[in-house]
């Protein structure tokens, strides 16, 4: 089992947070992906992050997760994320920072894109020039804890 962390997610970033303090704000523009294991008792999950070292955690609110990840990756760049669904250790699908270092990043394969997922209709550019949210606040999930692996 890994830190336990929690995992908030607003309008422009997705912020990793141990003992109250900030460990990593990602701005939403910088996720290239999410890998999910398609293993029924797991809930662990990757967010694959442009140039960078990826997250892997694990929540029984995965679900949640991505459907609010979804809504906010696709109100800021108006494209679905991609999301992945891999049948074998989700481990070997994250971008290390030993990988960073020697200037590799790690996908799946385009085969385990779970094109379901695309829950939007894609939006011209020019339509995502507004990306605020309805009322002009922040949208944020429930703050709730999860594992950081």
Known sequence: MGQSRILLLTNKF???IH????QRRISISGIKAVTKSTKTDNQQFIVHIMSEY???????FRREIFDALKWVYWKENGTNIHVYGVPDRLK?????KKDILN???VNPKENYRLTAEDTFQEMPKAATKDK???GGSS???DVSEIDAM
């Open 14 to 16: 997705l912020y990793n």
């Open 19 to 22: 003992k109250s303090h900030v």
């Open 54 to 60: 990826d997250y892997m955690f694990s929540s029984e």
């Open 92 to 96: 070997d699908y994250a971008t290390t």
């Open 103 to 105: 200037g590799v990043e």
């Open 132 to 134: 605020s949210v309805a």
């Open 139 to 141: 949208m944020a999930t």
